[in-house]
């Protein structure tokens, strides 16, 4: 059974940044696409970011694109979002998801199968 678990969240101020890890185990990271998605309070999930297996091409919500950065590392079985221009409504609960799967992935919320339990993210003044 894969496991997710996402670490880094935390309190930072408007226009600070923040490193999301995802750390994956019970395989290797590199036979799994990975998503980053996001819950506000009172909102639905949302994509946020994702990396896919066959040639780490990377999609980004168009929030996010500039600020965010999504990587691998296979050596450390680790997926990573960077953040960076934080503004209030980047605040929600990040997860990380994963499906192993060869063809390009996108952020619809179906396309996963693993979960992580999420890590919280707060910007505020």
């Known amino acids: 059974q894969l496991r997710l678990v996402e670490s880094g969240g935390g309190a930072v101020q408007p226009g600070g940044s923040l490193r999301l890890s995802c750390v994956v185990s019970?395989?290797?990271?590199?036979?799994?696409?990975i998503g980053w998605f996001r819950q506000a309070p009172g909102r639905l999930r949302e994509g946020v970011s994702c990396?896919?297996?066959?040639?780490?091409?990377?999609k980004y919500a168009d929030s996010v694109k500039g600020r965010f950065t999504i990587s691998r590392d296979n050596a450390k079985n680790t997926v990573y979002l960077q953040m960076h221009s934080l503004t209030q409504e980047d605040t929600a609960v990040y997860y990380c998801?994963?499906?192993?799967?060869?063809?390009?992935?996108?952020?619809?919320?179906?396309?996963?199968?693993?979960w992580g339990q999420g890590t919280q993210v707060t910007v505020s003044s």
């Open positions: 019970g395989n290797s990271v590199e036979y799994y696409a």
């Open positions: 998801a994963a499906v192993r799967t060869l063809r390009k992935v996108n952020l619809y919320i179906y396309e996963y199968d693993y």
């Open positions: 990396i896919s297996v066959s040639d780490d091409s990377t």
